[in-house]
């Protein structure tokens, strides 16, 4: 590789880290960490990138450095001198591209990388690529580093960057560099393996096997010596040999070909590699049409979120082409954001070849592939769900709150994604429902379909608004979500049918006493309940937004129901997690006029008697509400008042009352 010789025409200068490189250098340099040969999928990577964008560089500026070159990777080891050393002949870096790609971290996660690097080992193999410190990996193997890079741009010299990975680099000006970026790795003395060509080979095709550019291995040898030879001497001090390169990548675009001569392990590979993820994907749909666009895809659900990731990662999206040409490396325009956890390349024909990155998101070809796209998910996550349902339920745990998410924003696709929707609900006995199961199983006179909100599947189970339900064996999904409420706001009809937030205080359910009286329990009398109500009013004052008789309760002493003008009932949860300053909502509160502790409350209240306690247990019984719609602010205010109720229950016990 003796393009590769470079001359020195400037005393070197020397340059100091940033104070988060000198940090993460000393991390990398000594850390514990077994799994080093990804450094080298990091510079195949940065290497890939390069020679992509000089290939999307050089379809509107044909000057360019170097033009003939053949667009390719090439890593050469020499087990003797335990060097490596990988070049590209991508679009190469002038002096400042240096200092600002190797010289600072130019991401604003750095400190976050500092912060979880000291976690162990797994947390750093999961981050190394994350912040934008993939290159610095190389110091886990390296004594010292020397990148030497010419930037495609004529007027540009070349330069070459030194860094022993302690607290400085250097810069100095070199001739005669071919256009692209060469890393001349020195190995440190436990790092020597990877000086050995099927060591390197073994690496390429794990991780980065399906690279779109050929990665030539090059394999340097001393001339070949017989013992006893007179010329040995001669031949001592000779130049070593490079053996022929070779192509170690098998380079196919995958998306390219046929679905039916891929196998099942080629599209796990091909995922991992693109993805670094270490798991198989859950799903992967392979596209191929012509029309109504030209469309060449292969999607990737995988099998775990990122926790926190419904709030929008920066750098998701798919990998878009023209023709094997990177054009975006994160296109979020392909898919609906709801799709955002999906994976994958999209490569078109239809799409030209010089359209501008600016431009790609209006070209209308977008507009057709997105919605060639949406459709083949959507299709695909409905087979996955008729087909394989007990895989399904798994995509659902996973992802189900983007699905959910997407019935509420995306009113084109709502009809397919609400097919999608799975609930647990108070007959399925903890397991997941669609919506056609349960209008396939409701009752013949039943109108609606019914849903109540929770915190949780406990606190729904526990809901006074199901009394009626269960009393009349009505089913009814539990929604435990923050999102749910927002869904169903957007929603409001399934299969043909409304759905129903049963908290609605208007809501009309045909009275069958038999099922709801119990005669055996004695009603508050209506004074007694009068003045009960008159007295909650008083205690609760702006909480509520009226106190009344709740015709539909049966086990339960209280409920809280929302007004008929609160059209923002269902959302209150997600405004509580989102909103600064929230305020609960004030909405009425019901009783139930035959439960024995309203009956008893009522009758103090009648008496005037233990006003304190009565208030005390008023506020609690509406505390208690609140807690069950998952809607309380602060429950820590409450310790106080239950110590108080506690105290008087213990009292009357110990007394004998």
Do not use: C
């Not at 990731?309 to 023209?322: A, E, F, I, K, V």
């Not at 087979?383 to 399904?392: F, I, M, R």
């Amino acid at each position: 590789m003796s393009e590769m010789n470079v001359q020195d025409t400037t005393q070197p200068e020397s340059l100091e880290y940033r104070t988060e490189v000198k940090q993460l250098l000393d991390i990398l340099a000594h850390s514990l960490y077994t799994d080093r040969e990804i450094f080298l999928r990091e510079l195949i990577s940065n290497a890939s990138d390069a020679l992509n964008r000089l290939q999307f560089e050089m379809l509107t500026n044909p000057d360019v450095v170097d033009a003939d070159a053949e667009l390719a990777i090439w890593i050469e080891v020499d087990a003797e001198a335990k060097t490596l050393v990988l070049r590209d002949s991508g679009i190469g870096m002038n002096r400042e591209e240096l200092i600002a790609n190797l010289g600072t971290i130019a991401h604003s996660g750095a400190k976050s990388f500092l912060q979880n690097a000291g976690k162990g080992q797994t947390a750093l193999e999961e981050i190394i690529g994350q912040f934008g410190v993939g290159f610095y990996s190389v110091f886990m193997v390296a004594e010292e580093v020397r990148v030497v890079s010419r930037s495609y741009r004529a007027e540009d010299h070349a330069w070459a960057w030194t860094s022993k990975g302690d607290s400085s680099f250097t810069l100095e000006t070199v001739e005669e560099a071919p256009r692209g970026t060469s890393i001349q790795i020195q190995l440190k003395e436990d790092a020597t393996e990877f000086a050995n060509g099927w060591r390197i080979e073994q690496i390429v095709k794990k991780h980065s096997d399906y690279v779109s550019f050929p990665i030539y291995l090059v394999e340097m040898e001393a001339p070949e010596q017989e013992v006893g030879d007179e010329e040995a001497t001669e031949t001592k001090g000779a130049e070593k040999q490079a053996k022929e390169p070779r192509v170690i990548n098998r380079r196919t675009a995958i998306w390219r070909q046929s679905p039916s001569k891929v196998q099942a392990e080629e599209y796990n590979d091909f995922y991992k590699q693109l993805t670094f993820d270490t798991n198989d994907p859950l799903l992967h749909v392979h596209m191929v049409a012509d029309a109504p666009v030209n469309v060449r895809a292969l999607l990737f659900v995988p099998s775990k979120r990122e926790r926190g990731m419904l709030q929008m990662r920066p750098d998701h999206g798919l990998r878009l082409y023209s023709r094997k040409i990177l054009i975006q490396n994160n296109n979020k325009d392909l898919l609906p954001d709801h799709y955002r956890f999906i994976d994958g390349v999209v490569d078109s024909d239809d799409l030209p070849l010089n359209v501008s990155r600016e431009m790609v998101q209006s070209n209308p070809v977008m507009r057709q592939l997105k919605r060639a796209l949406t459709n083949r998910i959507n299709r695909a996550l409905k087979e996955l769900a008729d087909e394989q349902p007990e895989k399904y339920l798994t995509f659902w745990e996973e992802f189900g709150v983007f699905i959910k998410e997407g019935v509420a924003t995306d009113h084109a696709n709502q009809e397919a994604l609400t097919e999608l929707l799975r609930f647990r609900s108070s007959k399925s006995d903890g397991k997941w429902i669609s919506l056609a199961d349960y209008v396939g199983r409701m009752k013949a006179d039943q109108a609606e379909i019914y849903f109540v909100l929770g915190e949780d599947l406990k606190s729904a189970a526990r809901s006074p608004h199901l009394d009626y339900f269960r009393k009349h064996e009505i089913e009814v999904l539990y929604l435990v979500d923050p999102i749910d409420g927002w869904t169903m706001a957007m929603l409001r009809e399934a299969n043909g049918k409304p759905l129903r937030n049963i908290d609605d205080a208007g809501l009309e359910l045909p009275q069958d006493e038999s099922a709801t009286v119990d005669e055996n329990t004695p009603a508050l009398d209506q004074s007694a309940f009068d003045q009960l109500v008159a007295r909650a009013v008083e205690i609760l004052g702006d909480k509520v937004r009226g106190v009344q008789e709740g015709k539909q309760l049966v086990d339960s002493p209280v409920r809280l129901v929302s007004p008929a003008d609160s059209f923002d009932r269902d959302i209150q949860r997600v405004l509580r997690l989102t909103e600064e300053g929230y305020e609960t909502p004030k909405k009425l509160l019901e009783l139930n006029r035959r439960h024995p502790m309203i009956v008893n409350l009522g009758q103090m209240v009648a008496r005037g008697a233990d006003e304190p306690l009565v208030e005390a247990a008023i506020l609690q019984l509406f505390d208690n509400a609140l807690l069950l719609e998952g809607l309380h602010a602060n429950p820590v205010d409450m310790v106080e008042r239950i110590q108080l109720l506690m105290a008087e229950a213990v009292a009357a016990r110990a007394k004998g009352e």
